[in-house]
């Protein structure tokens, strides 16, 4: 259930990102960081998702990183290559703690 | 006078020391071996500096038992003092086995410094900063970047501490910077009976580098009682000075000064930090604008006290977490330069990965306060 759910999830972006990039040369992009705020609460709730945030890619193109606690062939599928025409890029985080000692 | 010089001079000068004695000692071998020796006076005090480091070595091995059968003298070596004479080093991991340590054995001067374990006279591990040690007791008045923490952390067999990150400007009065989850985070009774509250003592170093004996530590502020999370989007804590205890301007170990004005961070800004595990470290701001949820405890190893979801942090890299560890938070993060760095941001949480920082500009904000620097 758990596989369907960010299956159907990442469908429904990814033809979001398709509609959007289709015209994409008719409307100026949006905001990359409006449209990862946008995508917060869905994104974040995936499963293994541990963060989200704003980098470049080699050639300095803005581009979002969805963040994953471990590599996941099912969280590769289930997150789109791009939102509203901005590049999404999924990379391994890890566990986030506070990193105070004991 | 000898061992203030040596205290005042720090690790470095008795590492160069330990270098000259080793350096005598070849020459020494040289002189005797090569057909074309120097003049005989030379020679001849060559040869009693060299007996002289033979008696003071024999003098050290006889009385290394006795000296470390204290838990926290970690080491002894024969070195040269301030005048070129030979010398009993004594190095110590706490301000009483230094206190504790004889002026003299058998009519030869003892030098006693401050060290972490062993290892951190080799540069590698916990010291960072070429030999400054971030775990050891500091002689007041105290830098920045080492470690620290509540005074009374300590609960479920555990005890807790981070990095006393930076010096901070409030009110007309100089508070400590470093995490909530640092200073403030015990809020229940639980293991420890108490909770942190306004006014408790913040120690120098953390009951982590002290087995956990904070008689071990000095006092060095006192909590302000602000708790900045759950409520706001920075995980910080500020504690006010005990006057005398801490530098004045704000200076952070192996870094030194830092600027007053703080800059915002950039992807590819090459950082670097002052933190008591890794001591300095440096790589780069790979992303920003990180929304992340990180889970607190409600004590020393406590349980689970809230998850917090933060947003508009900044992503460092962290390479197997060598750029940042456990123990570290709390550190100042700042531009890689030399000569006062802007600050950027107070590190707060990781993974082997990467590294995560709350925007010095919140921070500030949040607390009403400025960076105390040039």
């Not at chain 2, 590698?124 to 007041?140: D, E, F, L, R, W």
Request: aromatic fraction near 4%; hydrophobic fraction near 40%; charge should be negative.
């Amino acid at each position: 259930m758990k596989l369907l759910g960010m299956l159907i999830f990442g469908s429904v972006l990814f033809l979001s990102c398709a509609v959007t990039e289709e015209g994409g040369n008719a409307v100026a992009k949006k905001d990359i960081n409006a449209v990862m705020q946008a995508h917060t609460a869905e994104l974040m709730a995936l499963p293994g998702v541990t963060g989200l945030a704003i980098s470049e890619l080699e050639d300095k193109t803005p581009c979002i990183w969805v963040m994953i606690l471990e590599p996941s062939v099912e969280l590769e599928w289930a997150i789109p290559d791009s939102l509203d025409g901005h590049p999404v890029r999924v990379v391994v985080s890890g566990e986030i703690k506070p990193m105070d000692g004991n | 006078m000898k061992r203030s010089f040596l205290k005042k001079h720090g690790l470095g000068l008795a590492m160069v020391s330990v270098a000259a004695v080793l350096t005598v000692g070849i020459m020494g071998c040289g002189v005797e071996e090569t057909p074309l020796a120097p003049t005989q006076s030379t020679d001849h005090s060559a040869a009693m500096l060299e007996g002289a480091l033979k008696r003071t070595m024999a003098t050290q091995d006889r009385h290394t038992a006795a000296l470390m059968a204290d838990p926290d003298v970690v080491g002894t070596a024969t070195t040269l003092d301030g005048n070129g004479n030979p010398a009993v080093m004594i190095m110590a991991k706490s301000q009483r086995a230094l206190n504790a340590a004889p002026t003299e054995i058998e009519g030869i001067p003892v030098i006693a410094v401050y060290t972490d374990q062993p290892v951190a006279l080799k540069g590698s591990g916990g010291g960072g900063g070429g030999g400054v040690s971030h775990k050891a007791i500091q002689t007041p008045p105290i830098q920045m970047g080492t470690s620290g923490g509540w005074r009374y952390d300590l609960a479920n067999g555990y005890c807790c501490g981070g990095t006393l990150g930076a010096l901070v400007n409030r009110s007309g009065s100089q508070y400590v910077l470093s995490n909530y989850h640092v200073l403030e985070a015990d809020i229940v009774n639980g293991g420890n009976s108490r909770v942190a509250q306004a006014g408790d003592p913040v120690i120098q170093p953390g009951l982590i580098d002290i087995n956990c004996n904070a008689n071990s530590s000095q006092n060095v502020a006192t909590l302000s009682g602000i708790k900045t999370l759950p409520g706001s989007n920075v995980d910080a804590a500020i504690a006010q000075v005990i006057p005398g205890m801490v530098r004045t301007d704000g200076s952070i170990l192996a870094i030194g000064t830092i600027s007053s004005s703080t800059i915002a961070a950039t992807v590819g800004q090459a950082v670097k930090k002052s933190g008591r595990t890794t001591g300095l470290t440096r790589n780069s701001v790979v992303a920003l604008n990180a929304t992340i949820n990180i889970a607190y405890e409600n004590e020393c190893a406590g349980g689970q006290s809230f998850v917090k979801t933060f947003t508009g942090q900044i992503v460092i890299g962290n390479n197997g977490s060598k750029f940042l560890a456990g123990g570290d938070s709390g550190s100042l993060l700042v531009q890689d330069v030399t000569t006062n760095p802007r600050a950027i941001g107070l590190l707060f949480a990781g993974s082997s990965f990467y590294a995560y920082a709350n925007p010095i500009g919140q921070v500030l904000s949040q607390l009403n306060a400025t960076m105390v620097g040039n």
